[in-house]
């Protein structure tokens, strides 16, 4: 299946810094990826959607000049936490698409695991 | 609006039986459902997917779903479950509204499999 990665797998920082969150589709080049966040014990929660070259599309409730989407090609996305908080912590998992057909199967990143301090 | 349901937070079977995780979806149209498997502190694991055709789906690690369109169920099994299949499973629909065509994802159901 196709592969995806996400680096780093985990990462702790400051209250106040910015992080910055990689996802690169191998294999295949990724028309869409998608952000999520999880809990301990929840679903995922989606954050937002993004195309190569245009802006992410953000789901309600999500602070887009927080979480700055960056999908600058087709197979890298990049997720920066800026002004980290203590409730910023959490589980951030990325997904990338081929295609943009719903038929289109996704693929999930191993997840990065934020801690603020 | 698409909806997905996993009714039972978690799941116990003994290695060797067969093993059902439950699924209920809610969409206008047809349905294009998936099923994820997720592994601790991981990311989650593509195990199969209903676009059309037959029934009953064939996936990774012996995994099979079977679609039910008038119970609108879509229930992953397994012949003979591993203890190695302990996991958190995730059923999911495609939005087909709004564009992007994004999964819509239950609640997650927890599988512990005891030797």
């Known amino acids: 299946g196709a592969v995806v990665s996400q680096h780093p797998s985990w990462v702790i920082c400051k209250s106040g810094t910015s992080v910055k969150i990689e996802c690169r589709s191998l294999?295949?080049?990724?028309?869409?990826m998608f952000w999520y966040r999880q809990f301990p014990k929840q679903s995922l929660m989606l954050m937002a959607t993004?195309?190569?070259?245009?802006?992410?599309?953000?789901e309600q409730g999500v602070e887009k000049d927080k979480f700055l989407i960056n999908h600058a090609s087709l197979t890298l996305s990049t997720l920066t936490v800026t002004s980290a908080h203590p409730e910023d912590s959490s589980f951030y998992i990325c997904s990338a698409r081929a295609g943009a057909f719903g038929t289109d199967t996704q693929y999930f990143g191993p997840g990065t695991r934020l801690t603020v301090l | 609006a698409q909806s997905v349901a996993q009714p039972e937070d978690q799941v116990n079977v003994a290695e060797g039986n067969p093993l059902t995780v439950k699924c209920t979806y809610s969409?206008?149209?047809?349905?294009?459902l998936f099923w994820y498997v997720q592994y601790p502190n991981r990311g989650l694991q593509f195990l199969l997917k209903y676009i059309t055709g037959d029934n009953l789906v064939k996936g990774s690690y012996g995994f099979e779903a079977e679609f039910n369109k008038s119970q609108t169920s879509f229930h992953l099994k397994k012949p003979s479950a591993l203890v190695s299949d302990s996991a958190l499973y995730f059923c999911?629909?495609?939005?087909?509204?709004?564009?992007?065509?994004?999964?819509?994802f239950g609640a997650g159901t927890r599988l512990a499999v005891h030797p």
């Open positions: 999911a629909v495609r939005d087909r509204g709004g564009g992007y065509n994004k999964l819509i």
């Open positions: 993004s195309n190569e070259g245009s802006k992410a599309t953000y």
């Open positions: 969409v206008s149209g047809n349905p294009y």
């Open positions: 294999d295949f080049q990724a028309t869409t």
